[in-house]
């Protein structure tokens, strides 16, 4: 290995790559013609695999076919953390751009040595490097003599946003077919040579103690391997998964189960988050430079109730033990995370461990993926080396894995004697939202809190501010207010295990400030476009507002029964800028009809998947507005099936209508959680365009919109 790794403070250079500054752990070269990228960011259904591709193709300038692409893995894949946050073409696609780069400078280098012309008189085309009097060479040609086995260094310059040929176009989606046509993509569909099913008992009461387990129904049970036994972890081996699942319902039978712990009042959860134990933290804070004549102060509150990720398919994983060492299978988000909380719980070297990423059907954040892999890690102990899956149920999933955080959120506005803003405050209560694996000194995975020598349960914690927030995320003001507050008491209980669900905070906290904001323009008499147009100097934040109201013929003339709202947002205040303005229908129900959206990512990679990503945004985001919320009692989670929770149909998807603005010149972000936000305000906007009803607690039901009927009459 050659070069010095560059100080990660260099400016511009990408954090990924200043972390991992090896070009063969990024790029490799094949004499075959082939050229294999592999990331730490693991694909999703976010359409990553196909713009790192389409970046990696245009750097090196060759055709996208040659392009292959790796899955995530401990074995020796760049560590990249997790995949989350909107961050995989920012921090990735950074990095395979500018490794790419200077790969390229590397081979042109090492062709013009070898042709005898300077590098400036030398192109490249679909990997064939020529020059004049058609002298020619290849990357594959000089493959064999070429090292990336080196660390990246400061110097090479990716080419302009005019340079590129296929960043800023759409390109086929390299992982579709597969999903298409039926072909096993997903962890779900891929079994392994000898593999066994596994199945963990889990009692639906909170917290929940085994006080007596009869396992002599789950023995006699046809092609049973194993019964595990390790405090209350509690889990069956088969040789089939008919066997597995008829164990499985042996055990329960024979199970006793004791619980001392009880859940607060569903219905009261806005008031009781804000009288529990918590930890105070000052987010922003500004002062005005002069001190205007505060007239009066509005103050609103606003909540949102605990949200399920809901992912399709259930948590799925595989394992085999060799001897000390073991192999885990997994749609974790972060397969170097994983590792280092297996190894905590096993008592093991992380080299012991290897941790491969293999794709899941459906993640929305830290669902129970990470779960899973220990369960089939422990269950794989009783398998004699061979491979075990382990799949959660539906019940499982809806009541085992961690929840988006309930958040009850007040904001006062002062206001002057002409009713302008002279003052702002913002103050959240919650849980923290997250509680990722391998951020801790303990574990924070569901079966290390079960066994005869438990872990503590990790209690929700919030990303600082800096790298985007947690709970806190987009409570900041992109306004111009002249003066500001904003805190955050974060729960130092949790009786409902939460962690990291798409946006974090954010679809909370836009929720409240563009639902206060539009109430704050109304009354006014202001046109709500109008009025955050004259509270942003940011131009790009006015651009995107502009577009979706030029795009949209704001306002549509009134129609009986139909009403428009608008919705705005720079998500965490650093990545895309979105503007919705939604159309809905209803009275006692609901129904959106149209959300017209205008979305600014820097450069668009792949404009397709911009689109892509932001109607699976804002569909999502329509479900949670409309639908979703975690039921429970005193001792349960009770909405653990589809029809306990329900979502979106498709016969209820609005027609979602996405412009992505041109920006080639400026950085590119990501998409996937721009939308959540200004679609959850907008809808909301919208209804008290139809109604004249204010919702304040999160989701619009009928129940909400009868009760707010009768307040109000």
């Known amino acids: 290995m050659t070069g010095t790794a560059p100080s990660p403070s260099a400016p511009k250079w990408p954090v990924s790559l200043a972390a991992n500054p090896n070009l063969s752990s990024w790029i490799r070269i094949s004499p075959d013609g082939q050229v294999t990228v592999s990331p730490g960011k693991v694909e999703i259904g976010q359409g990553i695999v196909t713009a790192l591709a389409q970046i990696a193709a245009d750097e090196l300038d060759i055709d996208i076919a040659r392009v292959q692409m790796v899955r995530a893995s401990t074995a020796g894949s760049p560590n990249e953390g997790v995949t989350s946050g909107s961050l995989s073409v920012q921090q990735s696609g950074r990095a395979i751009r500018q490794a790419c780069a200077e790969i390229r400078q590397i081979f042109l280098n090492v062709a013009a040595d070898r042709l005898g012309v300077r590098t400036e008189l030398l192109d490249i085309s679909d990997g064939t490097i020529s020059g004049p009097g058609n002298i020619s060479t290849s990357y594959w040609e000089l493959a064999s003599e070429v090292s990336l086995d080196r660390h990246a260094t400061p110097g090479a310059v990716p080419k302009s946003s ?50 007596e387990l009869k396992e002599d129904g789950a023995r006699k049970v046809a092609g049973l391997v194993a019964i595990v036994r390790d405090g209350n972890f509690v889990g069956v081996v088969s040789e089939t998964e008919a066997g597995a699942e008829a164990a499985l319902g042996a055990l329960r039978k024979g199970a006793t189960w004791s619980s001392r712990e009880t859940l607060p009042d569903e219905d009261g959860m806005a008031e009781w988050l804000k009288v529990q134990p918590a930890e105070l933290a000052v987010i922003a804070s500004k002062t005005a430079s002069s001190t205007p004549e505060k007239m009066r102060t509005i103050r609103r509150q606003y909540a949102r109730p605990y949200i399920a990720h809901g992912s399709i398919a259930p948590s799925c994983a595989m394992a085999q033990w060799t001897g000390d060492r073991v192999r885990v299978w997994t749609h974790s988000q972060g397969v170097y995370l994983l590792r280092a909380d297996l190894a905590l719980v096993l008592e093991l070297p992380v080299e012991n461990i290897t941790v491969e990423h293999m794709e899941g059907a459906g993640c929305y954040g830290h669902n129970a993926a990470d779960d899973v892999a220990l369960d089939a890690v422990l269950l794989a102990r009783a398998a004699g080396g061979r491979p075990v899956r382990v799949q959660w149920s539906r019940a499982d999933e809806m009541s085992h894995a961690p929840f988006g955080a309930a958040m009850t959120i007040e904001i006062e506005a002062d206001l002057d004697a002409d009713g302008e803003i002279v003052g702002w405050r913002h103050s959240i209560w919650g849980n923290g939202h997250t509680a990722r694996p391998g951020r801790a000194d303990q574990p924070a995975l569901l079966a290390a809190t079960e066994l005869a020598r438990p872990f503590p349960r990790a209690i929700a914690t919030n990303p600082p501010q800096a790298n985007g927030g947690g709970a806190d995320r987009n409570s900041v003001p992109l306004y111009d207010f002249p003066s500001w507050q904003i805190e955050c008491h974060r729960l130092t209980i949790m009786p409902i295990r939460t962690s990291a669900l798409r946006t974090l905070g954010a679809q909370g906290n836009v929720f409240a400030i563009e639902s206060f904001l539009d109430e704050l323009a109304t009354e006014r008499g202001e046109d709500p476009v109008d009025f955050r147009l004259r509270h942003l100097s940011d131009q790009r934040a006015q651009d995107v507002i502009r577009a979706v109201a030029r795009r949209a013929s704001w306002k549509p003339a009134q129609r009986d029964g139909f009403g428009y709202g608008l919705g705005f947002a720079r998500y965490k205040n650093t990545g895309a800028y979105c503007a919705v303005i939604a159309e809905v229908e209803g009275a006692e129900d609901i129904s959106v009809k149209r959300l017209t959206i205008a979305v600014d990512v820097g450069e668009a990679i792949n404009p397709d998947g911009v689109i892509n990503q932001i109607e699976g945004g804002a569909i999502q985001a329509t479900s949670w507005v409309l639908k979703e919320r975690v039921r429970f009692d005193s001792q349960r989670i009770t909405s653990n099936s589809w029809t306990e929770y329900p979502i979106l149909r498709f016969n209820e998807v609005p027609e979602v209508q996405v412009e992505v603005m041109s920006r ?25 365009d139809v109604l004249g009803l204010r919702i304040r607690n999160l989701p619009i039901t009928r129940e909400r919109l009868i009760a707010a009927m009768e307040l109000s009459s």
């Open 162 to 211: 005019a340079q590129r040929t296929l960043a800023g176009n759409s390109v086929q989606r390299l992982d579709l077919p597969d999903k298409i046509f039926a072909r096993a993509r997903f962890i779900h569909d891929s079994p392994l040579p000898g593999m066994l099913h596994g199945r963990v008992l889990r009692s639906e009461l909170s917290g929940a103690t085994l006080v």
């Open 664 to 688: 080639p010149e400026m950085e590119p972000v990501g998409a996937g959680e721009a939308a959540h936000g200004p679609v959850t305000a907008a809808i909301a906007n919208a209804v008290f």
